[in-house]
């Protein structure tokens, strides 16, 4: 609806919108966008196919060079942009007299050495990596007191590395065991560990 605007002589003028604020105006560019973005104005659906199973190919050629892509071993050394993981051992406690996995688990005791090979000084933290039992990822953050030598969180300069004992909990039963390291807060890059 039109504005009314009286003037002080008493004068009614009537404003009428601009034209690219009504609402016709919009529809109209939602229509030409929607128009354009289907191909309507040529392109082959033979070409788009052809592109999209070039994709496929190349997304699944960088999954393969992709060491992410890897389900790394016991004794193996995985390498993610200068910071290698390499899982030493896997033991398997039920605990202490005084200290006890909850009904139906185990303690699962990872011995890993963390080394740097980059040029910079790079943090490490236990809380980087997660126990995966048969698909439920947990916080390796048990305490089993007769574990010595447990991973503390710190700094590790170049060319340096550290060893030490991560403990989580899994279900006796669990089929698949692994140890994950998620390479960063932002992404969710993970390197894999067989333990089981």
């Known amino acids: 609806m039109a504005k009314q605007i009286k003037d002080e002589n008493g004068n009614v003028y009537v404003q009428k919108k601009k034209f690219y604020k009504r609402w016709w105006f919009w529809l109209l560019v939602v229509l030409v966008v ?11 659906s033979d070409s788009s ?12 050629k960088k999954a393969e060079a992709n060491p992410l ?17 390499k899982v030493n051992s896997v033991k398997f406690s039920q ?16 011995n890993i050495t963390i080394t740097n090979h980059t040029d910079e000084s790079q943090d490490y933290n236990p809380f980087d990596f997660k126990l995966n039992a048969d698909g439920n990822n947990t916080d390796l953050d048990a305490i089993d007191t007769d574990v010595d030598n447990t991973l503390d969180a710190g700094s590790l300069d170049k060319g340096a590395s550290v060893s030490g004992n991560l403990v989580g909990e899994a279900k006796t039963s669990a089929k698949t065991l692994q140890l994950q390291y998620k390479t960063s807060i932002w992404n969710d890059n993970t390197v894999k560990f067989k333990l089981k």
């Open 49 to 60: 196919s052809d592109s999209a199973a070039k994709s496929q190919t190349s997304s699944k």
């Open 95 to 110: 605990g202490s007299e005084y200290n006890r996995p909850d009904s139906g688990k185990q303690f699962v005791i990872i």
């Open 69 to 85: 892509s890897k389900v790394y071993s016991v004794g193996q050394k995985a390498s993610y942009k200068g910071y290698e993981i």
């Open 34 to 44: 929607v128009f354009l973005g289907s191909g309507a104005f040529g392109g082959s």
